[in-house]
C-alpha cells in the first residue's frame, strides 16, 4: 500500500520554525522526486518547494519561500522534510507532500500548519 504520510505541523507565532516531515513507504523512494505543496483556505494549492530524486540537483522554491524554507530528503529513512523559518501568517495552510516519477504521482494526506501574527 502506498503511503506518504505528513507530520510536524502546528499553532507557531510569527517568526518562529517548524519542521515537516513526511514518511514514504509502498513505492520506491528513491526513483521519485518529492514536492511540498501547501492550500490555504479559499485558494489554490501552489507548489512550495521540490528536491530531486537523488537529492543532488538544485532544490526548487517558490519566491514567497526562498531563504526562509529548506527542502531535503533521507533516503535511507524514506523520508523527506521542509524545515520553514521566520514564518509568517501568509505561511498558514495545510501542507502536503507529492512523490513524482514520470507520470506517476502520490500524495499524502496533509498537514496543518498556522502562523499567527
Known amino acids: 500500500q502506498v503511503q506518504l504520510v505528513e507530520s510536524g505541523g502546528g499553532l507557531v507565532q510569527s517568526g518562529e520554525a517548524l519542521t515537516l516531515s513526511c514518511v514514504a513507504s509502498?513505492?520506491?523512494?528513491?526513483?521519485?522526486?518529492i514536492q511540498w505543496h501547501r492550500q490555504a483556505p479559499g485558494k489554490e494549492r501552489e507548489l512550495v518547494a521540490g528536491i530531486s530524486s537523488n537529492g543532488n540537483g538544485n532544490n526548487l522554491y517558490v519566491d514567497s519561500v526562498k531563504g526562509r524554507f529548506t527542502i531535503s530528503r533521507d533516503i535511507t529513512k524514506n523520508t523527506a522534510f521542509l524545515q520553514m523559518s521566520s514564518l509568517k501568517p501568509e505561511d498558514t495552510a495545510e501542507y502536503y507532500c507529492k512523490g513524482i516519477m514520470g507520470n506517476s504521482d502520490y500524495w499524502g494526506q496533509g498537514t496543518q500548519v498556522t502562523v499567527s501574527a
Open positions: 509502498g513505492f520506491t523512494f528513491n526513483y521519485y522526486a
